[in-house]
């Protein structure tokens, strides 16, 4: 249904009420957020993460289970939006009775979503903005509408995932309401890239593992998973070109093969998440010469990959090509951390290579990554590397280059000021193994600390948390990962300010219990917020939300 | 569609042809199982819970990812087949590419489900057993067929089950196949009553995450979800006829609508589990006394509910005549257990009102206990107790009551000794929330130790595992769960002689890691099955079947 293919005018006419009018808007009880309103009641209206822009009044709307949906512009048709309505329709009306209710009568029974641009590309800086406007239709009318306005349809998604935030079930009148009506929320995320990495080397993780994170990722509005597949521990994927490379699976069970690959690149996408895949070379990457023993520099000595043959280039190239079709994001991890070159200054054929090239272990470590750059390039990926990259030869990356910082803080002010462009992951405050880092020193580290100059921030393309997995596996990877992930994720997407003013501590905290609820009851296995350790179980009886 | 209904003849020759020509079956390489002909290769079928009779080949076929459901018999058209079909297809094809492939044959394309009975009524002693073929379907067809047969539909249920665990999917040839066929399997379980408890209120389990696990007692067939929803801590569920008892919740969020507990137990009953509700009196209850202080003793001392008030028990009818609109199932939990009766002792009013009547504190107990027996067996429930009861009062109780053993060892031999029946949960071996007890300890605990005549023998009706939620909650309950839950629902379904038979605790123990891992695939948050404390985080990188 697309009410207003038909009759475009009440489009319009709301767009001008909406941008010409705030009086009007104000005139109708409408307050301005601030800590004390937010949490003078009980009908509190909990949103994670904060939108840039919001007010509120104190009208409670009671929103029809049978939801229709109306959609318009020139991507409103998209399956994306009609399959995300289905989704957060389950979500919002979890609760309600299969049989309706003689005699209810709600206030909003229409959801309009307006999309702009029928263009689905997901890339870096896709526009997710979106207006969201929770009302009754006009001083006349008694009955109320949702309308979601945005340029993407991601946009529409992240507009969906507020919307299902607004929305509460009330017990005593069984009826999903939206306290605080009307709402008006103008959002856009802080950074254009809000990552969790998965590590499916260390342990496998099936598919459908990967989709439960997928799905909380999109609740806390993180868009990029960045998919770690291989490490030196095993080789889960599989790669046409060289078919023996899955050898270095764990078990034959513990594999993905292409069409999988593609599968949950999919199923992110419905969801406005890009994965960023990752081969981690030349370290990192023993379980490779389990099917070609050859890419070991000896059979005793294992890694880095043999930086003398061509045969080595050769399989890096054939699986960045096979992979090339399955993973359409711009952006393509290639690794590069901690490289010990031992193996290559020890093992007698690779140190008399080095000798013939007249390099070092450090310059062949340089000669690998930067060939390695040039693969990518060649398939019109944007290289991501780990710092250690740029720590050791900054002047010879590809000024392309996206520095991905780990060691510690300090390095994307450095990165930035040469003009690369950096993604933040300090490991003392955003890698989610470490558990003994409480949500608090998550949620105030900030990717720009350090860095003042305006066209220098702009270089800093987001943050990611990163959830490595040694100690984390199928059994535990939802609940090292949340509910840390979301102070990851309202760190990248709210403005700073806003998230940042008044008594934050308190109502982030209270904001994030809620979160963590919320997610529990979307099936979600998040861990309690103030644990001494992350992803302990609770010490005693309680309520989910004073955890 | 119902091959079998226009042309009958089909079923009745394979009936016959199982029945009778047990050698034609031997005659194909048809191997009778034993532990070293299960392991002697790497395309092992590992089958979780044992089945009690099977045998296998030597044949590997490959199944349609199209595979055709054929229903016959009188409950063949059941819904609950239909959907339990959708729902393993999605499970035994969830690695199948979108894209079906060209040229690809298959040796099996159709599943043959008949169901001999149409009634759908889940109660204890349902007829669980069934059979399953899987082979070509004659010498001279190249096409295969599988055919499940069962008197109820929940027979089919577990049919169904077994067969998704005999379907791998191949990564080589990336596509479903069966090892070892053609498999005739002839399984029943061992005892009609296979449990677990949930308790949701030491801490409140969202829908979604009952649903999960749920979900997951199918696929160890387990079949009764002992929903231990009240307690002291809170009172999560809605009771009309008294609605300020849900006051007691710890959070308005944290409640159970009467809708939510029939969705629940119509999700299990698709599921062929049936849902056990307690309503643990007179301890354990403090939480009522929040809507209703009146059923404290007195304000100061509020446990157990007070005795002395017919209020009480017009609460207590009003909570089983509610309940008893939702839970069909014939078994109601009414606790008892741990009862101190100090505050009835030490209240003035309770005091004198057992002077008045010439109780004890322990006459009292039994008085209570018994006056919700008599409101329970009047709605048509049969009383389930905890051990408690019958071990202070045992010549009293209701002959037809269930004796729930947890204290330890050697209750059921006494209860069935008296004629009563009993369910078997050993704090010691059966607790789930005491970590420390390993898989093996679990696994070989069994209902029926000390209990040597055949006619009390079938007095135990099975047994059950604790989940008990002090320290458990939604981000953690199914790691705590799973995989020890699994090693009670094979003694509880397997034939002890074949579980047990050769070097078990080697086959059990590779098995059941298999079967660990089959839940991680499914989405299940099972722990590793080695730990050392149950739902520890793996130590290192491995493995899913290695730990």
């Known amino acids: 249904m697309n009410a207003d293919a038909s009759n475009p005018i009440p489009t319009i ?29 009980d009908s509190i209206t ?22 229709s949906l109306a959609v318009s512009g020139n991507g409103g048709g998209s399956a994306i939006v009609k399959e995300a309505f289905e989704r957060y329709k389950l979500i919002i009306f979890k609760h309600h009775s299969k049989l309706s209710k003689f005699g209810v009568s709600y206030d909003i029974e229409k959801l309009n979503v307006i999309v702009h641009s029928a263009n689905e590309e997901l890339q870096l800086g896709v526009d997710e903005s979106y207006s969201l406007l929770v009302d009754k239709r006009d001083e006349h009318s008694i009955i109320g509408e949702i309308t979601i306005e945005a340029n993407s349809v991601y946009g529409a998604l992240r507009g969906l995932e507020t919307l299902s935030q607004l929305c509460a079930f009330d017990y ?16 856009k995320p802080r950074f254009e890239y809000r990552g969790l990495l998965l590590d499916t080397s260390r342990h496998y993780l099936p598919i459908d593992i990967i989709k439960q994170v997928i799905d909380s990722m ?26 023996n490379l899955w050898k270095g699976a764990y078990t034959k069970w513990e594999r993905y093969t292409m069409e999988d690959a593609s599968e949950v690149v999919n199923f992110a996408k419905m969801r406005g998440i890009n994965v960023m895949a990752e081969v981690d070379v030349p370290g990192h990457a023993e379980s490779w010469g389990v099917g070609y023993p050859d890419l070991w520099p000896s059979p005793s000595c294992k890694e880095p ?21 399955v993973f359409p994001f711009k952006l393509f991890h290639l690794g590069g951390d901690e490289v010990h070159t031992d ?36 398939l019109n990926w944007t290289p991501v590397n780990w710092e250690e990259t740029f720590n050791t030869f900054p002047t010879k990356l590809n000024p392309q280059t996206i520095v991905h910082n780990w060691l510690g803080s300090g390095v994307c002010p450095k990165a930035v000021a040469k003009g690369f462009r950096c993604i933040f992951s ?23 600390e350090g860095i003042t100059d305006a066209s220098e921030q702009k270089l800093v393309l987001g943050g990611e948390a990163c959830m490595w997995g040694e100690k984390a596996d199928a059994s535990n990877v939802q609940q090292t990962t949340w509910p840390r992930a979301a ?8 403005n700073k300010e806003s998230a940042s003013s008044g008594n934050t501590t308190l109502t982030a905290l209270h904001r994030l219990e809620y979160f963590r609820c919320l997610l529990t009851r979307r099936g979600v296995q998040a861990a309690p917020v103030t644990n001494f350790y992350a992803r302990r179980p609770p010490t005693g009886p309680g309520s989910c939300y004073e955890q």
Chains 1, 2 share one sequence.
């Open 343 to 378: 193996c290559w200054t020890s093992t007698p054929s690779v140190k008399q290579w080095l000798q013939d090239h007249n390099m070092t272990g450090n310059d062949a470590y340089q000669y690998f990554v930067l060939r390695a750059q040039k693969i990518a390039a060649s």
């Open 426 to 448: 300090n490991q003392g405050v955003w890698y989610l193994d470490h558990l003994d880092v409480p949500w608090s020193t998550v949620y105030y580290a900030d990717p720009l």
């Open 13 to 41: 006419i709301f767009f001008i009420y909406l941008s010409f009018f705030p009086l009007i808007i104000a005139s109708r009880n409408l307050k301005h957020s601030s800590d004390s309103q937010l949490y003078d009641d």
């Open 305 to 325: 990959l043999d930086v003398s043959k061509n045969f080595t280039f050769d399989v890096v190239s054939g699986i960045l090509a096979d992979m090339r079709k």
């Open 218 to 243: 999109s609740y806390a509005k993180l868009n990029v998973l960045h998919w770690h597949i291989i490490d030196e521990e095993s080789f889960p994927l599989e790669v046409p070109t060289y078919p």
């Open 487 to 494: 102070a990851v994720a309202e760190r990248l997407w709210s």
């Open 46 to 67: 909990y949103i994670w993460p904060l939108p840039s822009e919001f007010s509120f009044g104190n009208q409670t709307l009671a929103v029809d289970p049978n939801l």
């Open 172 to 187: 005593g009148t069984k009826t999903v309401q939206v306290y605080k009506a009307p709402w008006y929320i103008q959002d």
